[in-house]
């Protein structure tokens, strides 16, 4: 696979390089930029061009929300598979992804860890905890500009579809540096259950990032998540 990674010199894009020593399925790892030279990769790309599309098998997008617009109509014109963990997105956005599904292979996800989704997956299945209230609350460093995160945003419509007596907002709260702390209450007069994930470093979602690259490149076109990721895994 070559593959290419937008964002290259940002701190997922150096994850990234670091996830992909020794993965023989990776031929090329091609670095996208807005100026300068991608540090570490195999080549450098400055900007979306064409001959960016005619040299990789699949894209990863690590940049911003205002920046994901130009990436997915990049890999929909260039039937390109695109893995994407881009915070943020507005509705209009998440429908063009939806969109772009149609087209080519897409895998989106606020969060690549697979603990993550394992735990939503958990959270699904939780149909006896109707008559408790729940609430999410979320930690990141300083620097996240959303809050609450993608994640508690994602884990909240699902704890919406069980129904529960009261559902809060997320709260999130930012400080320091820390790497990203979801927590899950579930609370009755009698008892309180708390379902937690913590990411230890931000190589855990590099890690599920190029798992996920690796996974896609061979499906076909259609709206993927890393549950799909997690379910094959086990297989």
Known sequence: MRLA?????GRMGQEILLAVKGKKEVKQLIGVVRQGVATGYHRTAVGLSQQLANESDLLIDFSLAKSFDKVLLFCK???LPLVSGVTGLSERQQKKIKLAARVIPILWSPNMSLGVATLRKALRSLQSMQ?????IIEWHHRNKKDSPSGTAVVMHNDLKQLKLKSLATPVGIRGGGIFGT??????SNDETLVFEHKA???SVFATGAVKAALWLAKKKPGLY????????SKG
């Open 131 to 135: 008559d408790y209230d729940a609430q």
């Open 77 to 79: 014109k260039n039937k």
């Open 182 to 187: 979801h927590k899950v209450y579930f609370m």
């Open 200 to 202: 230890n470093g931000r």
């Open 225 to 232: 998540t890393m549950e799909d990721v997690l379910i094959q």
């Open 5 to 9: 990674v937008v964002g290259a010199n």
